[in-house]
């Protein structure tokens, strides 16, 4: 069966995020309160990422690679390139113990937390930054797929037998480059002995309209580029359909690994989806 190959150390897998870091990223995300920008909420959200990935991957005092992950910034028009910065900069794939070693800082945040009494209490946490909040110029998320299928087609040189590379592709606006669809296809004609790779897509909004989670058709779909978007997205897994009906999400058979209009709590819920593609061993 497809998408069944083992994740352990010696058979890694592999998660490759496009971040649009376009002008409009500024923007505020529908619906949450003034002055949360959609490029700060997504920082947040990819440096909490990393920072689970990094927790579920720890072995007594070890931190295990069964993860390689790639994180590719775009915007400026014409700017593609590795979002990593620090001693990972100009990396491309990043095993996930050099990673957790290589944040670019430490940060005291307040995180609130159940008092044990039916109220939050205030904690004082260490919270760890890969990455900045960034947004300027357009959105070339064809330079995004191309760079995105040459990294996936050098680590599938390397791991031929491994679960197919996992790309999560987030934006809040249309390719300004051309038309993404044929280089999305090219993408997904890559892959393991153990299948396709997969794309998935985030379409973030600055609107209220109605958020649309792992459809099986574009019918609710409001707008043509959201209908690009759903056509560009793989079909989820049954690991993954089933991961998304724990966590509360409508997902039958046949469902894309597409949100639209996604808010702050719904990218997180697709994450969590997306970057479980099965068991660990």
């Known amino acids: 069966m497809p998408y069944s190959a083992e994740i352990s150390r010696r058979n890694p897998g592999c998660f490759v995020f496009l971040l649009d870091q376009s002008g409009?990223?500024?923007d505020d995300?529908?619906?949450?309160?003034?002055?949360?920008?959609?490029?700060?909420?997504?920082?947040?959200?990819?440096?909490?990422?990393?920072?689970?990935?990094?927790?579920?991957c720890a072995k007594s005092d070890s931190i295990y690679d069964y993860f390689h992950v790639g994180v590719i910034g775009y915007g400026q028009d014409t700017v593609v390139k590795s979002a990593f910065g620090g001693a990972?900069?100009?990396?491309?794939?990043?095993?996930?113990?050099?990673?957790?070693?290589?944040?670019l800082r430490i940060e005291d945040r307040v995180k609130k937390s159940d008092d044990g009494a039916g109220g939050l209490v205030e904690q004082t946490v260490k919270f760890p930054v890969w990455f900045d909040a960034t947004f300027a110029g357009g959105t070339p998320m064809c330079g995004a797929f191309r760079s995105a299928a040459g990294i996936v087609q050098r680590w599938v040189s390397e791991h031929a037998k491994g679960f197919p590379p996992i790309?999560?592709?987030?934006?809040?606006?249309?390719?300004?480059?051309?038309?993404?669809?044929?280089?999305?296809?090219?993408?997904?004609?890559?892959?393991?002995?153990d299948g396709a790779a997969l794309l998935l897509n985030i379409h973030l909004s600055s609107t209220t309209a109605t958020p649309v989670e792992l459809p099986a058709t574009p019918d609710r779909l409001p707008d043509p580029f959201a209908k690009l978007l759903f056509e560009m997205s793989s079909p989820l897994t049954p690991f993954m359909v089933g991961r998304a009906k724990e966590l509360g999400m409508a997902a039958e058979d046949g469902a894309r690994g597409f949100v639209f209009n996604a808010q702050p709590v719904q990218v997180?819920?697709?994450?969590?989806i997306g970057t479980r593609p099965a068991n660990l061993r």
């Open 24 to 26: 409009s990223m500024e």
């Open 88 to 103: 990972l900069a100009g990396r491309d794939v990043v095993p996930i113990s050099e990673l957790a070693d290589n944040p």
């Open 29 to 56: 995300f529908g619906g949450a309160a003034k002055g949360h920008r959609k490029a700060d909420e997504l920082a947040t959200i990819i440096n909490k990422l990393i920072h689970n990935l990094s927790i579920r």
């Open 167 to 193: 790309v999560i592709n987030v934006t809040d606006g249309d390719a300004t480059d051309g038309d993404p669809a044929p280089e999305a296809e090219a993408l997904k004609s890559l892959g393991s002995d």
């Open 268 to 272: 997180i819920q697709f994450l969590d």
